[in-house]
Each structure stands twice: as structure tokens, then as C-alpha cells.
């Protein structure tokens, strides 16, 4: 298949009413509104077909950069894509899913993630989050840098109520992360999530709510699930 052949299945199998869905959580610019369950399946036929991948998120219709997102391996783009990946993600589910999906492969992971979360645009800052929170739910523990680890939550409890509004969602998702992957800093991220306590997040028209991270880590807790690690950061 080539990048007509993907597009032209990809249209087909579009919806209008997953158009209104998708324009509900925030989607911008072009899409056919191709549900995440009928992407799987093309993904599996053209996996790490890299070059199709790229020309796939350059095309900016969100279905096409969602299915690059489970094409590509990331451990094979350049730190130059990936910084391009996420500077043009436009919403949530390609900022904080799509980027990290690919970020979290890749050698420089931490250090992308790092220079992300310091940008001034709030889709760039929430990918740095979220592919800091994929990297601690799949590295083991001694690859993570915990000094940094615990700054950066330090910095949530100070900065996270002044945030930008996805911005906000997504520390609020790496104080989760790290209480639920990261054993030696679970008292930490139990501290913290109890300094931030409810975390206020426009959701837009959506029902989606904003977990909270004191009664989420609790559950992790009490299913004595602390600190098991995932073995991809995709889903």
C-alpha cells in the first residue's frame, strides 16, 4: 500500500458522527473520524514501514498522524522528527498519545521529554509530560534519573493550578504515573498528589473526567500493583 491506497481506505471507513466525537475532545484541522479500534488493524498490515509512516503524519489529517503514531518505530526516528511530531500535534490524542507513543522508544526519550515539558506551547509541554510518564511505566527503575524524577514532581505541587489547561491534566497524569511505576517514589507522589488534591481541567463538551491522583494511586495501592511495569507504553 501506498500513501493514496492508506488515505483512500482511511476516508472510507470514515464517520461523521466520530467527526462530531473527535471535534467534541478538541480535534483541529482535517479528519475522515476513523475510530482507534478499525486504525489497529491497518497498523498491523504496514507496521515499521517507516518512510509511510512520516508521509503519513505529514499529511495533517488527525486519522492519518494517529495511524503513523502505531506505524512508526520510534526507536528508528531522529530526534529531528520527533521534535517535528510534536510541535505539530494539534490535540490531545496526537500531543499526549501519538508523540509519546514514539518518543517513549526512542534512546533520547528522557531528554526529549525533559525539553518538551519546558516549551512555551502548552501541546508541546503536554507531550514532554506524557512521554515522561510512558518512559517511568516502562523503564525499569534504575534507568530512571529519581533526582529528576522528584524535582519535576516538586515543581508540579508548585506550578500545576497555574498551568495551562492541558497542561494541568497532564502533570496531574505523571504524579499518577510515578506513584503507580515507581516504587521508591510512591511516598513522594502520594505527598504530592495530596498537596494538588482536585486538579480543574475544561474537558469541553465531553463527560471525561479528571482522575484524582490520591485516590487513584490508592487503588494501585490496595491492588498491590505498585512499581509493575507496562511492556509498551502504546495502547
Known amino acids: 500500500m501506498n500513501l493514496e491506497d492508506v488515505m483512500n481506505e482511511l476516508k472510507a471507513l470514515g464517520s461523521s458522527q466520530t467527526v462530531k466525537t473527535f471535534r467534541n475532545h478538541g480535534a483541529q484541522g482535517e479528519l475522515y473520524g476513523v475510530k482507534v479500534g478499525d486504525l489497529k488493524p491497518i497498523a498491523k498490515r504496514l507496521k515499521k514501514r517507516q518512510e509511510l509512516a512520516m508521509q503519513l503524519w505529514d499529511t495533517n489529517n488527525s486519522d492519518a498522524m494517529y495511524l503513523a503514531s502505531l506505524v512508526a518505530d520510534g526507536s528508528q526516528m531522529s530526534v529531528k ?71 519535576l514532581l516538586e515543581s508540579i505541587s508548585s506550578d500545576i493550578h497555574n498551568s495551562a489547561n492541558r497542561v494541568r491534566y497532564t502533570m496531574n497524569g505523571f504524579v499518577i504515573a510515578v506513584g503507580t511505576y515507581v516504587r521508591p517514589l510512591l511516598p513522594l507522589a502520594k505527598k504530592v498528589a495530596r498537596q494538588i488534591g482536585v486538579v480543574a481541567v475544561d474537558m469541553g463538551t465531553t463527560s471525561c473526567k479528571v482522575p484524582h ?23
Open 213 to 235: 491522583a490520591t485516590e487513584y494511586i490508592a487503588k494501585i495501592e490496595a491492588m498491590d500493583r505498585v512499581g509493575k511495569k507496562r511492556k509498551t507504553a502504546r495502547c
Open 81 to 151: 522528527q520527533l521534535n517535528h511530531w510534536a510541535k505539530t500535534a494539534s490535540w490531545y490524542m496526537l500531543s499526549e498519545y501519538a508523540v509519546p507513543f514514539v518518543a517513549a522508544e526512542h534512546g533520547q526519550a528522557v531528554t526529549l521529554a525533559s525539553n518538551w515539558i519546558g516549551a512555551k506551547q502548552a501541546h508541546t509541554a503536554t507531550s514532554g509530560w506524557t512521554t515522561y510518564a510512558a518512559t517511568v511505566s516502562v523503564f525499569p527503575d534504575e534507568r530512571l534519573n529519581l533526582d529528576q524524577i522528584s524535582e
